[in-house]
């Protein structure tokens, strides 16, 4: 009997709790619970205690206060909630129980957690990312619209493209926006409007509503849809201060379906104000250009002339082309008249006689022609002499000594041509026409004689 208590292991109650509580906390991980509330307790220390319920069991719950102050509501019995949670054991009492880190109330709070997960994933791998964003136009001339052709969104959009810029091109792509099809039919329709070459941008779009109502949106498989689009893609889903995982995907997120006809339609009254200015422009350019032209056709209709003139040009011109061609004629017959008595002189003037009296009329005139060449020349001999003479008079000093004049000199003999080679005192000689004078300086005056 002794033997037998000496192999057993025995524990303590208190051995035994710690020993499972620890078994508890190191083989569950994190969890992830759903429940209803019940037994709800909030003692003066700021715990949380509750249960946790289904139809088939209860679990008991603690969450404390460092934990339960970020919990945005006030949980209620009956409240389905879901928690991320700790399996242990409250030593004390030997109760099973999980220990509460995060609580959010169940249904929006499940989407919440998986719209969270999944835009955390695709985030990671560069879907949301500037790069890979396709460009915008600002205006296009075909727009593709993928949403319910009942919803008030089409409506909007439609509204505000008949207002800005009636003329654009929509292609609609029905599609449900809501319910468990949504996401295939989205798909499709991305599909479709991407196959249409002439489409210049799409708009997915959808009215306001709530997480559940929007969810089609949220999906894995739109968001690659749209990321793989050949087209750039605005996203208008829900109101401005929803968000979904289109949006981020999305080339451009437009706050709401009218705002997305706003982004990427042309402002109709703008472009109309701007064409205006344009068209004056061009009246402008229009009256300048036909004002040059009336200019240049003025100018070519003074330089144009009547047939009838130029008909009168050429008649006179012919009548002196005539008249030419008359007096060329006589001029030379009697070029051919005067060749002939010529070549008669000539016939006549081989006579000796002739030639003799030609040598003596011609010795005659030479004779002439010289006495009157050297009578010009002593003529123009005189006459430069003279004009010599005349002008060495003119220039000789003693010409300018008689017109009242003098040569000032010093006693070595230099002319003085300035006041400032004399000094009070000194002696000089001056020079007149008959004679000279013997001077003294006795003071000096700069003023010049008016």
């Known amino acids: 009997m ?18 499972v509580r620890q078994l508890l906390e190191i083989n569950f991980p994190m969890l992830w619970v759903e429940g209803e509330i019940s037994n709800f307790a909030c003692p003066a220390s700021g715990h949380w205690y509750l249960s946790l319920k289904d139809k088939n069991a209860q679990v008991r719950c603690a969450m404390f206060r460092n934990a339960n102050q970020r919990v945005k509501f006030r949980p209620k019995n009956g409240m389905q909630v879901l928690v991320r949670c700790k399996p242990g054991l409250y030593e004390d009492r030997g109760d099973y129980q ?42 296009t001339g075909h ?14 959009i439609l509204s505000v493209l008949k207002r800005r810029f009636p003329a654009i091109k929509i292609s609609i792509f029905p599609t449900a926006v809501q ?9 499709k329709a991305l599909a479709d409007a991407n196959s249409c070459q002439h489409l210049d941008a799409l708009i997915i779009s ?3 509503g709530s997480l559940e109502d929007l969810w089609s949106f949220n999906t894995e498989e739109v968001a690659r849809a749209i990321a793989a689009s050949r087209l750039p893609i605005i996203s208008a889903v829900g109101h401005e201060i929803d968000f979904t995982i289109a949006d981020f995907v999305s080339d451009l997120r437009a706050p709401t379906p009218s705002a997305a006809a706003e982004l990427i339609s042309p402002d109709g009254q703008q ?9 004056s422009l061009l009246y402008d350019i229009q009256r300048r250009i036909l004002g040059g032209y009336q200019q240049q056709l003025g100018h070519l209709q003074k330089r144009l002339q009547h047939p009838g003139t130029k008909l009168q040009q050429q008649a006179q ?21 005067i060749q002939g008595n010529q070549l008669t002189e000539q016939l006549c003037r081989q006579s000796p006689k002739y030639q003799i009296e030609a040598k003596q009329q011609k010795l005659s005139l030479a004779v002439k022609q010289l ?39 010093n006693t070595d003999g230099k002319v003085i041509n300035s006041i400032d080679g004399v000094t009070t005192g000194d002696s000089l000689t001056g020079q007149l026409a008959d004679g000279q004078l013997l001077l003294a300086v006795t003071a000096k005056n700069n003023k010049t004689l008016g």
């Open 371 to 409: 006495k009157k060449a050297i009578n010009q020349k002593q003529e123009r001999l005189e006459l430069k002499l003279a004009q010599s003479m005349h002008l060495l008079d003119t220039v000789s000093p003693l010409k300018t000594l008689g017109r009242g004049y003098a040569v000032v000199r």
């Open 206 to 208: 959808r009215g306001g």
């Open 271 to 279: 472009m109309h104000a701007q064409f205006s200015r344009y068209q």
């Open 2 to 19: 002794n033997n037998i208590t000496s192999e057993r292991q025995i524990f303590s109650i208190s051995e035994l709790n710690r020993r």
């Open 143 to 156: 727009i593709g619209i993928i949403t319910s052709t009942t919803g008030a969104a089409i409506k909007d």
């Open 179 to 187: 319910g468990d099809e949504a996401p295939a039919q989205i798909i």
């Open 98 to 139: 999980l220990i509460i880190e995060h609580m959010e109330e169940a249904g929006f709070g499940a989407l919440q957690r998986q719209f969270e997960e999944l835009k955390a994933k695709l985030s990671a791998e560069g879907l949301f990312s500037p790069e890979n964003k396709r460009p915008v136009p600002a205006s």
């Open 317 to 337: 011109h012919l009548d002196h082309l005539d008249i030419r061609l008359r007096r060329a004629i006589s001029a030379k017959l009697e070029g051919y008249r």
